[in-house]
C-alpha cells in the first residue's frame, strides 16, 4: 500500500502526457497559422470523429460542459464549419454536424495532429511507439467502454 503520493504513478504520467500533448498540440495549430484555435480544433476532431451527435453527447465526449461547448459551437457555426438542427426524437436537444466547409479545416488539423505525434514520439523506435499506442487503446476501452455503450443506448432512444 502506498504512504506517499508517486508522481511518476500512471495517474500523473497520463495527466502530464495528455497537458504537455494539448500544449504542443496549440502550438502546431497557430503554427500552422489555422482559422481555428487548439480548443475549437479539439471540437472538430470530436465531431469527425462522432458523426452528428447531440450536443451534450459531445460535451462529454470532450470532459466539458454543455454550456462551454456552446461558446466553440456559436463560433464555428458563425464560421460556417458546424450545423445545429434540433433533434427529431427530442426537439429540445440539438444534433450538430460537420459542414462541407470544415474538410479543409479538417485536413489541417489532421496535418497539426500528425506534426505532434512525431514530436511527442521521437526518441522512440516505431515498434515501442506502436506498442504504447495499442495500450493506451485498451486502457481507453476499459475505462471509457461503459460510458460509451450508455451513450449509444441514450442515443438510440
Given amino acids: 500500500m502506498r504512504t506517499k503520493i508517486d508522481t511518476d504513478s500512471f495517474g500523473f ?3 502530464d502526457i495528455a497537458r504537455i500533448t494539448r500544449s504542443v498540440f496549440a502550438r502546431e495549430i497557430e503554427a500552422g497559422q489555422l ?3 487548439a480548443a475549437e ?3 472538430l476532431a470530436h465531431m469527425a470523429r462522432c458523426g452528428p451527435t447531440r450536443q451534450h453527447l459531445l460535451a462529454e465526449s ?3 460542459t454543455p454550456m462551454s461547448l456552446t461558446g466553440f ?3 464555428l457555426e ?5 450545423a445545429r438542427e434540433a433533434d427529431p426524437k427530442d426537439r429540445r436537444a440539438k444534433i450538430v454536424t460537420l459542414t462541407p466547409k470544415a474538410n479543409g479545416t479538417l485536413s489541417q488539423i489532421a496535418q497539426a495532429g500528425e506534426r505532434t505525434e512525431q514530436a511527442i514520439s521521437s526518441g522512440l523506435c516505431p515498434d515501442d511507439w506502436a ?3 495499442e495500450t493506451a487503446r485498451k486502457l481507453r476501452a476499459n475505462i471509457d467502454g461503459p460510458r460509451v455503450a450508455a451513450a449509444n443506448t441514450e ?3
Fill in 155 to 157: 442515443d438510440a432512444l
Fill in 35 to 37: 482559422t481555428v484555435t
Fill in 131 to 133: 506498442a504504447f499506442v
Fill in 62 to 64: 470532450l470532459g466539458m
Fill in 41 to 43: 480544433a479539439r471540437v
Fill in 78 to 82: 458563425a464560421d460556417g464549419l458546424i
Fill in 73 to 75: 459551437l456559436d463560433r
Fill in 13 to 15: 504520467l497520463f495527466n
